[in-house]
């Protein structure tokens, strides 16, 4: 039950990947976006239904976001994914859209934080875009869902 | 009801600023990171109590990518800051940090996104320091509490 | 008849801004590409006519390449732009797109370079888009439309 | 005939490449700068000649983003490149520069996009030092001259 | 006797310039760079005498570096510089380079951290210019020289 | 005895690495910063005694810098590293701290320009944050201590 990234004093560490071996690695994440009221969920669907770019922006968003997960997350290794794929559901009695990641890489080490940082700022992406008509939306449920080796 | 970032036929358009004056403004912002277990919850905290690095890591990270805001969410002016902050509150009972960030500009736009990604980040960081111990942590509770103008 | 970022003896330089007074600034800029047959550039048209992605992406392409020009142009002062907007003309007998970009600007510099970034990044990310089914598509006409102040 | 980076409803997707083998692979793209008088294009000349320093700025600025092309086209994967290079041929009877870029890679997928993304930003940064004396450039024949693999 | 960066338990913090009127201030800092001997420093002045691309590489990397400030140095507030200047003074019975930078802004905060940066970075793009053929060359006295407002 | 990053007739020049083999390397360099009296070093290593965050934040500065190196110096190729550690001594009768960073990468070229950028960028974050009370701070002595193969 060690932290990852501190040394035995507790100081800042990042961990030496130098002797693993690159593999086919993937990482899937969630994240939920729910609106304050029924009302404004349905303005976010329906712009939807008409082909808005609302979750064109969000998915580009956390595409780009994954890309940049090294400079974020500061003991974070720089790797080269192979992939990264964004979907959304939506559903209308919660009020909620839900935003699944899945990312892959050949690279020496997991994913999971890409995964998790392009559901993040998706869900960011939609927030600062719904935000003019919905001031008390809550994202939640930012977690792992799977990771294969 | 208008959606800030799409224009009248839903495609994404950023907002025109050049008619608004800038002025004094700020925006709070918080996100919850829930441990799995206490058991998990009581290794980050002690690590804290020994003065680990873990929270420092995460309030730096949550910094720098406030100033990034821009470029992660793809319809935000980039804007000046004048001040960002991130506070960490532990709740052992609820095994949780709570994550509070506060971001002041004097520019002609809100800082919300700014604060909200803040808070995001330095979620994401707390994770990835703790998930070689902690395979379920969840974030969650990302959201505005207060713009002032 | 002097370069703009080269002193007398020919050296790179960065104009120096610091006694200019902020004001109100807009540039705009265009861009072509063409394809080269009738064949793909009605593949295009009929994606963009079933409001395929192809646009939206390059729009904010562009628009996030604008926000980092002084990072991509060696010798451009950092500013904070107040709009960007990038707006395609299909023009079928030229089997031709138009990209035209407008930015704004409230600091103490000229944004035609902005504009000028904007509209290159976006066509450079339709040719992306598209280079799988057509291989000799040329971006051309990249030019200053206006700039006023 | 199909989108390289669109799914089969059109929307935005970026294109799985774990399964393909690192092999090298390399690009050679164009692009040409044309000055609106004889007279300004001798003052380029002129510099050059002088050893001025306006195509070394170039030819930096044009690798430079040629390692940043995934972060400014959104569903371009990271690579790493081998090898950049840049050349320049000025041509006093069309008024033009003509920008050669060649670049290299050992991953698993092309890098046409890097190629072209250095040859648009040399284009736009010799735009940039020159647009003092010439305000009417115009940058054409964007286009990939040669891909191997 | 304080910290700027830390507050008064010693975490790390960013001060709040929201309240400081933005005004004309300028910085000026300055590194060395040793070569291991007189002919390896030779060598370096030669290619200067011909023309050689090495000093003009290292003052583009040093204003490129500089804007990037607020990113490279966690606790430093994103500004607007209007001017970036920097020359070189070489010493031939000293087989040093000398480099002096300049650094402008109209903001509501210091930059002598730009200055400094700025010439550290262009400090490093010389050895990485000259590591080919002196493997033992020293950076040192990087500070600054003069502060204004 | 060729300049590295220069072609014969001294134009900046990346080097084409397509044939050269990944295997293990690392580096490792140093950094020192003398503060200008007992006094002021003092205050620094009783803030580091109290776990005072002055350290940390350089040490994570370093680490991100590192992964920034293909940014920062342009003609360095953008590389994967395995591990980045930085460690600080502080030496009182010098009034010192020597920082040392070590870097490893499975990639095809060395790495010592990220091994120098780790420590200068830590350097500079230690300087911001003590500026408020020494104002006359030196950093020196940056160099290679040791590259393998």
């Given at each position: ?19 693993k ?29 008409k ?24 003991l ?15 559903s209308?009695p ?16 997991g ?14 992406t ?10 008390n ?13």
């Amino acid at each position: 039950m060690a932290f990852s990234h501190l040394d035995t004093e507790g100081n800042a560490y990042m961990v030496d990947i130098s002797e693993k071996t690159p593999s086919k690695r993937a990482a899937k994440a969630c994240a939920t976006i729910t609106f304050s009221s029924e009302q404004h969920f349905l303005t976010l669907k329906d712009s939807c239904n008409k082909k808005g770019d609302v979750l064109t922006v969000a998915k580009l968003a956390g595409i780009q976001a994954a890309k940049l997960t090294a400079q974020l997350i500061p003991l974070c290794h720089s790797i080269l994914m192979s992939h990264i794929d964004i979907q959304f559901q939506l559903s209308e009695p919660k009020k909620q859209i839900e935003i699944i990641s899945t990312c892959k890489t050949n690279n020496a080490t997991g994913i999971e934080m890409e995964a998790l940082t392009a559901v993040s700022i998706a869900a960011l992406t939609i927030y600062d875009m719904c935000k003019a008509f919905d001031k008390n939306m809550i994202i939640s449920d930012i977690k792992l869902l799977e990771k294969t080796k």
